[in-house]
């Protein structure tokens, strides 16, 4: 989780990112609640693939979006 939506901590995601890159490591986030609000760069987190729900960002309830690193295989 990118951003705490009750308590409003922000997780460390650049540094986690790079230690599972470092490793080998495929790395998801949930960034529901930081897209739209804080800066979220999938290169500068780092991350492989990461998930926003469309209702944050006035879209429909229920619609949402992954993004998924060119080149990463399910």
């Known amino acids: 989780m990118h951003a705490n939506n009750e308590v409003g901590t922000i997780q460390p ?3 986690i990112g790079a230690i599972a890159r470092e490793h080998g490591v495929r790395f ?14 999938v290169d500068a987190l780092s991350v492989d693939l990461l998930t926003i729900a469309g209702h944050k960002l006035y ?3 229920g619609v949402g979006a992954l993004y ?4 990463v295989h399910a």
């Open 68 to 71: 998924v690193r060119g080149g």
């Open 13 to 15: 995601i650049e540094e």
């Open 59 to 61: 879209a429909p309830k």
């Open 28 to 41: 998801h986030t949930d960034a529901a609640q930081s897209v739209g609000k804080i800066p979220t760069k």
